[in-house]
């Protein structure tokens, strides 16, 4: 049994239970006994705002309206991020990954170079993405670059669309980077529109599979560690899909592969978590293709 010194309200094992179960068919995240005192606190504050009289009003509440559902949603998600959260993971999208990429697809016609930014809570992944895109590439101007940026949460999506950030959540950040990337107004640092450009903000809820079209990166860090296991293997095996022979996975720092069968090769080890898709897959799609007659 649950309380909440500021209502009345209990929740019932079977009743948090049964939320549980909810959010986790709708929405994917699981909150195991590790999180299950911040779930059932946000469960009670959510009873309390809403003026509702028990477990079973605010499962009544939630089901019949995708609003109420959403509002409760919001109130659960971990939404931590930062600008350049793992700077050995950017130091090798600039170092290594986007010059490589630039090599081996500049025969290409037209240029293409696309990142999504899966899970991208309120907008500093997709924004440190596209200012280490404009930092690395050789020959910007020669690319069609697009990053994606997705999220479940429509509250982080309006934020990270705005663009507009404090002062403090630009502490990772080089100043001279400050400098070309934002422009400072009275309401702290806005990103120029050069950046914004380069970013199409949409909300997905990873689950449901929609098309993205081929990627070069994908970046999907700490949101698949709130999945159960299956979903893990089901969401990977469609980004692994969706990237390019050749293509690159960002997981986050605590988040591993490991225990979850998958073709992807390991690229860099140590502070980050990055891996790739065997660019062998083209040639030997090519070669049987070839073998076939049908080139
Ligand atoms: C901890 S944040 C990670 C932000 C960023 N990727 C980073 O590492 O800094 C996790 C994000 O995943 C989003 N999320 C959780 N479940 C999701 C789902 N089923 N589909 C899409 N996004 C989801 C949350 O809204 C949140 O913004």
């Given at each position: 049994?649950?309380?909440?010194?500021?209502?009345?309200?209990?929740?019932?094992?079977?009743?948090?239970?049964?939320?549980?179960?909810?959010?986790?068919?709708?929405?994917?995240?699981?909150?195991?006994?590790?999180?299950?005192?911040?779930?059932?606190?946000?469960?009670?504050?959510?009873i309390e705002e809403k003026h509702l009289a028990s477990g079973t009003d605010l499962?009544?509440?939630?089901?019949?309206?995708?609003?109420?559902?959403?509002?409760?949603?919001?109130?659960?998600?971990?939404?931590?991020?930062?600008?350049?959260?793992?700077?050995?993971?950017?130091?090798?999208?600039?170092?290594?990954?986007?010059?490589?990429?630039?090599?081996?697809?500049?025969?290409?016609?037209?240029?293409?170079?696309?990142?999504?930014?899966?899970?991208?809570?309120?907008?500093?992944?997709?924004?440190?993405?596209?200012?280490?895109?404009?930092?690395?590439?050789?020959?910007?101007?020669?690319?069609?670059?697009?990053?994606?940026?997705?999220?479940?949460?429509?509250?982080?999506?309006?934020?990270?669309?705005?663009?507009?950030?404090?002062?403090?959540?630009?502490?990772?950040?080089?100043?001279?980077?400050?400098?070309?990337?934002?422009?400072?107004?009275?309401?702290?640092?806005?990103?120029?529109?050069?950046?914004?450009?380069?970013?199409?903000?949409?909300?997905?809820?990873?689950?449901?599979p929609v098309y993205v079209g081929k990627l070069d990166c994908i970046f999907c860090?700490?949101?698949?560690?709130?999945?159960?296991?299956?979903?893990?293997?089901?969401?990977?095996?469609?980004?692994?899909?969706?990237?390019?022979?050749?293509?690159?996975?960002?997981?986050?720092?605590?988040?591993?592969?490991?225990?979850?069968?998958?073709?992807?090769?390991?690229?860099?080890?140590?502070?980050?978590?990055?891996?790739?898709?065997?660019?062998?897959?083209?040639?030997?799609?090519?070669?049987?293709?070839?073998?076939?007659?049908?080139?």
């Amino acid at each position: 049994m649950t309380a909440n010194p500021a209502t009345t309200v209990r929740l019932s094992e079977s009743e948090l239970d049964e939320i549980r179960t909810l959010i986790e068919q709708r929405s994917a995240i699981l909150f195991d006994a590790s999180r299950e005192r911040f779930f059932s606190t946000r469960l009670l504050d959510f009873i309390e705002e809403k003026h509702l009289a028990s477990g079973t009003d605010l499962l009544r509440h939630i089901k019949s309206s995708s609003i109420e559902y959403e509002s409760l949603l919001e109130q659960l998600l971990t939404q931590e991020t930062s600008f350049f959260r793992y700077p050995a993971v950017y130091e090798a999208l600039e170092k290594r990954i986007v010059p490589e990429i630039e090599e081996r697809k500049f025969w290409e016609n037209p240029r293409v170079l696309r990142i999504w930014s899966a899970g991208c809570s309120t907008g500093e992944e997709p924004y440190s993405i596209a200012i280490s895109l404009c930092e690395a590439l050789k020959f910007g101007e020669a690319w069609e670059v697009e990053v994606l940026a997705t999220d479940i949460s429509r509250r982080a999506l309006r934020h990270a669309e705005r663009g507009l950030f404090r002062n403090r959540t630009l502490q990772n950040l080089d100043p001279q980077k400050v400098d070309v990337y934002f422009s400072e107004s009275k309401h702290g640092y806005q990103v120029r529109p050069r950046i914004r450009k380069m970013i199409s903000f949409a909300q997905m809820n990873l689950i449901e599979p929609v098309y993205v079209g081929k990627l070069d990166c994908i970046f999907c860090m700490n949101v698949l560690m709130y999945f159960s296991e299956e979903r893990r293997r089901a969401i990977l095996q469609r980004f692994y899909d969706a990237l390019e022979p050749g293509g690159y996975f960002f997981l986050g720092h605590s988040e591993t592969l490991s225990n979850v069968p998958m073709k992807f090769e390991s690229v860099v080890r140590g502070d980050c978590r990055i891996y790739r898709k065997p660019a062998a897959v083209a040639a030997q799609i090519a070669s049987k293709s070839l073998a076939g007659g049908s080139l």
